[in-house]
């Protein structure tokens, strides 16, 4: 029995002498960590000052930094459509094109045909005026024509070498004056002077073709039809609409996209947009409200603030081409175009005026000079 006490005692014992030994050591590391506790704050007293300095100073760079780098990115990059598939079915195909038709509408409500007219035979003429030269250059000259020969009669008996004086400003002005005595005598001979309203009349007539006729159709009778010129041409082939190169194909192909009670106004919004934006040469990327959905996002310039200083017409600041454009057009921010031979300023900086901005009437470049002429 006294044995097991001579064990627990020792037990009792070395428990104690292990406390001691594991209480110890804290005491000791607590005795080294408090000695070394002073060159720790002195060494830490080192590193302060660089955390003040060094530190400070780039953190303040490195927070900009990021932030200058995403917005510079985000300018030309913020744009980012993705390419139609090669073998795109046509549903996708159809669902595309509308989606940018309606875009379009969005962006230009106010589309009109942009050739001064008020009936039907001041329409077809002008049309065909405005082969090889701008619409704005037409409703520049038709004013002194329709001045001087109201009518098919008056126009069908006027004195060539008379035309030919007032049409010479459009260009080929010997070539259009035939064209148009012609239909004019057309007219009054074959349809009691009155402009018929049917394609297949429409083409008989001197210089009209499908594509006069269908302005005509549009614009003064309101059937539909799609005017194939050469900005139409250019946008349905880059957005990828289709590859056909004849207008008569392109017009096919574009008909099938859409339905046709469309076709006019489609038209007049691919061909806004390709006068203003999406130019043949630079078109300004960079500021076309469609890129998102355009496969050739690129061709032009990305640059938001260099695509502004591209833009042309109302959207740039520029007056339009229409001496008397529609009130809708007036009340969304456009400009009539001054008349032929008119003194006015020097127009300011294109982008100067946000899109759509109301600007004088007097602003714009003078007649005859390059932006004046372009599209």
Not at 202 to 226: C, D, E, M, Q, S
Not at 323 to 331: A, F, G, K, M
């Amino acid at each position: 029995m006294a044995a097991p006490k001579k064990v627990a005692a020792p037990k009792k014992a070395v428990a104690p002498k292990r406390a001691a030994k594991t209480s110890a050591p804290p005491k000791a590391v607590a005795r080294k960590t408090s000695a070394s506790g002073t060159p720790a704050k002195a060494t830490a007293r080192k590193p302060t000052p660089a955390k003040k300095t060094a530190p400070a100073k780039k953190a303040a760079p490195a927070a900009v930094t990021p932030a200058k780098a995403a917005s510079a990115k985000a300018a030309p990059t913020k744009i980012t459509p993705a390419k139609p598939p090669r073998n795109e079915s046509h549903t996708a195909l159809v669902r595309r094109a509308r989606r940018i038709n309606r875009e379009l509408g969005e962006v230009y409500p106010y589309a009109h045909p942009e050739l001064d007219f008020e009936n039907p035979f001041q329409l077809v003429v002008a049309t065909v005026l405005s082969a090889q030269t701008t619409d704005l250059r037409v409703n520049q000259t038709t004013p002194a024509l329709f001045g001087k020969y109201p009518t098919p009669e008056d126009l069908a008996a006027a004195n060539p070498e008379e035309v030919e004086e007032i049409l010479r400003p459009t260009g080929f002005f010997r070539a259009k004056t035939k064209s148009v005595i012609g239909l004019s005598k057309a007219l009054r001979d074959d349809f009691g002077g009155e402009v018929p309203g049917r394609l297949e009349d429409l083409v008989k007539l001197p210089g009209v073709g499908r594509k006069t006729a269908f302005v005509v159709l549009g614009n003064a009778f309101g059937r539909p039809g799609i005017t194939v010129d050469t900005h139409f041409q250019r946008l349905v082939r880059r957005w990828q609409w289709t590859d056909q190169t004849e207008p008569d194909k392109i017009e096919a192909a574009i008909g099938g996209l859409f339905p046709k009670s469309e076709w006019t106004m489609l038209s007049h919004h691919v061909i806004f947009h390709g006068r203003r934006i999406c130019h043949a040469r630079k078109p300004a990327c960079g500021a076309c409200p469609i890129a998102p959905l355009c496969p050739a996002y690129g061709e032009g310039e990305t640059d938001p603030e260099k695509a502004q200083k591209l833009l042309k017409y109302e959207k740039g600041g520029f007056p339009g081409q229409r001496l008397n454009p529609p009130q809708s057009y007036l009340d969304a921010g456009g400009i009539p175009a001054p008349p032929l031979g008119a003194t006015i300023p020097s127009a300011p900086a294109p982008g100067a005026s946000a899109p759509g901005a109301p600007a004088p009437a007097s602003a714009g470049p003078a007649p005859g000079s390059p932006a004046r002429e372009a599209g």
